[in-house]
């Protein structure tokens, strides 16, 4: 009795099989061990290329954050200055209508009062001074400042005339603050903090889409695995059986 068996076709078969095999098993545990659906070109040439351009935009979206939200902490740095300033130049106009009572003060306790708004003074231009961010001053008006407020001159109260004086000369300032300080929170609000939310909007939505792209599907990927483990079992089974001699498989037969 003969048999017609090809071992060496089948052989040659099987190896190559088991090669294929071989090699689907680690590029799935090479994704398993990423996360990533496509590690190289050839994963998908196509969608690689997608992808990169989408990390691109991805990438130039989250400096500009950086940069707006560097820029908003300026602003609300000066923001925090200004408002301290709008409370001192309160302080000054209560002391000045005090100083204008013309009845009840005497020598000692008015220039308690100028004392004190000496002190107001000088912490106020000090504040507009020195209030900056990183090396940049913020309120003098000089480059790279939010606004520019007015430092204060010395205000007089030592008669109720001078301290009248005074009051109007405050509520002028008041008023120059008021605006700045308007116009820098619009510009927080309706500029800085519109773009910034927009932006972040944009990137999330950017870097889900190419997440659908690049990202794995564990699920679906280790399904594949078992699956190509399966077929390597297999195979290797039928390999090792494709190996045997006519005579040893007459053994099995009759045995």
Do not use: C, W
Request: proline share 1%.
């Amino acid at each position: 009795m003969s048999f017609g068996f090809n071992t060496n076709l089948m052989t040659i078969n099987l190896t190559r099989n088991i090669g294929q095999t071989y090699s689907l098993i680690g590029k799935s545990l090479e994704k398993l061990a990423s996360g990533l659906r496509i590690n190289s070109a050839s994963d998908d040439p196509a969608g690689l290329v997608i992808s990169e351009k989408m990390r691109t935009q991805i990438a130039s979206l989250n400096q500009e954050i950086d940069n707006i939200s560097n820029q908003l902490n300026k602003y609300q740095t000066a923001d925090s200055a200004m408002l301290q300033l709008r409370s001192q130049l309160t302080e000054l106009r209560t002391l000045a209508v005090a100083a204008a009572n013309e009845g009840g003060l005497d020598e000692s306790s008015r220039q308690a009062y100028q004392d004190e708004a000496d002190n107001i003074v000088a912490s106020y231009n000090s504040l507009i001074e020195n209030t900056q961010f990183g090396t940049q001053n913020l309120l003098d008006g000089s480059e790279g400042s939010v606004t520019q407020a007015n430092e204060l001159s010395n205000l007089d109260f030592s008669d109720a005339e001078s301290a009248e004086e005074a009051i109007a000369y405050i509520d002028e300032e008041i008023e120059q603050l008021d605006a700045a300080i308007s116009d820098v929170g619009a510009t927080e609000k309706y500029t800085l903090e519109s773009r910034l939310s927009s932006l972040r909007i944009e990137s999330e939505n950017l870097t889900a889409a190419e997440s659908q792209i690049r990202d794995l599907d564990y699920a679906r990927e280790y399904a594949n695995l078992i699956k190509n483990q399966l077929l390597l079992q297999s195979t290797m089974s039928l390999f090792a059986h494709a190996s045997l001699s006519p005579s040893s498989v007459l053994m099995l037969l009759d045995g």
